[in-house]
């Protein structure tokens, strides 16, 4: 069954660094997203995309992140200077045509 | 979009039928209803979703009276490996994101 995939799945930064995380949505699937999930917290809708352009995008998603698909399969965030309260899980989804979200397993981003 | 409502926690215990209600009571005539189930520190599993009545799949069934204003979430016969956090959210189709709430932790017992 095709899934979504992330890498890495733990990523350990120093505060200020910049970091990108990588996902391969579903194959034939059009709508990409990005949520977060601070420990202990509800997960949190970061950004959505489609054709090459963000749809939507959340108050978290400030100037310090990016969103991008550079080729055909890949999907990336990027935080340009991490601070301590990003540490959280990131959680890549795409979206089928029957409106359902699959989610990968995430990607544990620690800033120190 | 309708705000959700679902209890916090409820236990089960092995082969047992495990129940979920969730209210929505402002969903919308565009609102769809889904249900996630999540294991810590991995990423949200896609259940079951639907519009009205009744839906099955292989994992669970989802019961959505006339009104709309509810819906159950039914998984038969739980074992251990269903101890997980679910979430009922409702949605619009062709919006972009989906709004988690806290949603109900299910803890199975031996």
């Known amino acids: 069954e095709p899934e979504v995939t992330q890498t890495p799945s733990h990523q350990v930064t120093q505060m200020g660094q910049e970091v990108i995380l990588r996902c391969v949505p579903i194959?034939?699937?059009?709508?990409f997203y990005w949520y977060r999930q601070i420990l202990g917290q509800k997960v949190e809708f970061l950004v959505s995309?489609?054709?090459?352009?963000?749809?939507?995008k959340s108050e978290i998603f400030d100037d310090q992140f990016s969103v991008e698909r550079p080729d055909g399969s890949n999907f990336t965030l990027k935080i340009r200077s991490t601070k301590l309260e990003d540490s959280a899980m990131y959680f890549c989804a795409s979206r089928d045509y029957a409106d359902t979200q699959y989610f990968g397993p995430g990607t544990r981003l620690t800033v120190l | 979009l309708a705000k959700t409502t679902q209890p916090i926690s409820m236990d089960s215990y092995e082969g047992q039928e495990v129940n979920i209600t969730c209210s929505h009571n402002?969903?919308?005539?565009?609102?769809?209803i889904t249900w996630y189930q999540q294991f810590p520190s991995q990423g949200p599993r896609f259940i079951i979703q639907g519009y009205k009545t009744k839906v099955t799949n292989e994992v669970a069934s989802l019961f959505i009276p006339a009104d709309r204003k509810s819906s159950t979430l039914s998984l038969p016969r739980v074992s251990l490996s269903d101890t997980a956090v679910y979430y009922c959210?409702?949605?619009?189709?062709?919006?972009?994101?989906?709004?988690f709430g806290a949603g109900t932790t299910v803890t199975v017992r031996a």
């Open positions: 402002n969903i919308a005539t565009n609102d769809y």
């Open positions: 995309f489609y054709n090459n352009e963000i749809s939507e």
């Open positions: 959210l409702v949605y619009r189709s062709n919006d972009y994101k989906l709004s």
């Open positions: 194959s034939n699937h059009l709508y």
